[in-house]
DNA sequence: GCTTCGCATTGATCTAGGATAAGAAATGCC
DNA sequence: GGCATTTCTTATCCTAGATCAATGCGAAGC
């Protein structure tokens, strides 16, 4: 069951497989199905989540009830409710999009399994330095580029979610309405764009 | 020189005066001057900032020629390139906005000061865990506020920046131009809003 | 097989904020 | 102190994208 996370962190780092045995006892692995709610807003959770399979999503619901989608997570990506950490309560909202099997990852799991495999802490600063300067990437966006430029730098990010998503979650993910999105896409099908 | 940082550092994690100071030695304090670059976007960089006094920045220049300021850094705060650790150049220009004095902080500094002060390793994932979650609610702010509700929210997270830096500036971080935010601002006046 | 529901598209209209331009007020610089 | 350069404000006009509303359409449920 864990198998295809051990392969990720042996991509990543000399891990032996006795090593990620004696680690990998802290983990659990849950089933989410589709449209299940992982995690509410106001919710304390100290849980990071690996997808193995499946889709999740993290996201805010304003004033006005529209929804905001912060993150998407397919196969192989994190997803994490930070706030816990600090004692206060999630800011976001966690579903599944799609049936979905993901690894539960303690907050202290890092810690604890570094002091059996000390390349973890390298690793976890590693990654959470790629998602930083990942979320930097798209504030810039976000400042910077117009509705057809942020789509087309989501289909570059994310080729195969194009398919996979509702594009009124994509609309949302990229901060413009369901009815922008599949304008700008009839104007990239008119220039002859093909994904 | 470095007493401001240990005072910092003391803070967050026990660390011993004696501890500091084997660990210490890895860093440099450097000044820059008003206006100096520090460093442009397709360099190469690997170092971190720590702002003793002053104020740097972190902004994108795009096709436009439009600056896009991706992170202010007043005292207390840290600024890093992070292509760097991963072989990149560099997608943003630092520079100063004020005369700084700042701490270099070379990228194996944690590793190695880990080795004499274990509990480095959980601080840096604080550390790391808390510019994440401040990057989600940049985010979540720009998918989903009206100019007025970021420059309010602005105004709360740096509320002595209002007076240090230029109003385009704020302006070019909130995503809205210097006469939009002027316009802002004349309303909440005339709301009597008063900062 | 029909109905409902969620999603996508399209058109018409509206609006927050952008672009441009021009003064006014600071600020910096010899 | 006086000139130059930024910065800030204000007014006018403009546009990307939002909003509102209607239609289409495929999949799901019964």
Redesign the pocket.
């Known amino acids: 069951m864990l198998e295809p996370f051990k392969e990720y962190l042996q991509k990543k780092v000399a891990i032996t497989d006795e090593q990620f045995d004696l680690i990998s006892h802290k983990l659990k692995v849950k089933t989410f199905s589709k449209n299940e709610m992982i995690l509410m807003k106001g919710d304390f959770s100290t849980q990071g989540f690996f997808v193995l399979s499946g889709l999740l999503r993290s996201y805010s619901i304003d004033a ?1 009830g ?1 929804t905001h989608i912060i993150q998407f997570a397919p196969e192989q990506w994190w997803l994490s409710e930070r706030n816990g950490h600090f004692n206060e309560p999630s800011d976001f909202f966690i579903d599944a999009i799609e049936s979905t099997q993901a690894i539960l990852m303690p907050k202290d799991f890092i810690n604890e399994a570094a002091e059996i495999v000390p390349c973890m802490n390298p690793l976890n600063s590693t990654m959470l330095n790629n998602a930083i300067r990942f979320m930097q990437k798209r504030i810039n966006m976000l400042l910077s ?6 789509y087309l730098d989501f289909i570059k990010l994310y080729p195969n979610l194009t398919l996979r ?7 949302s993910y990229l ?12 104007d990239l099908a008119h220039k002859h764009f093909h994904p």
Do not use: D, F
């Open positions: 006005k529209k580029a117009t509705a057809e430029e942020r998503v509702p594009q009124w979650m994509i609309a901060g413009i309405t369901p009815e922008s999105l599949s304008r700008v896409r009839k």
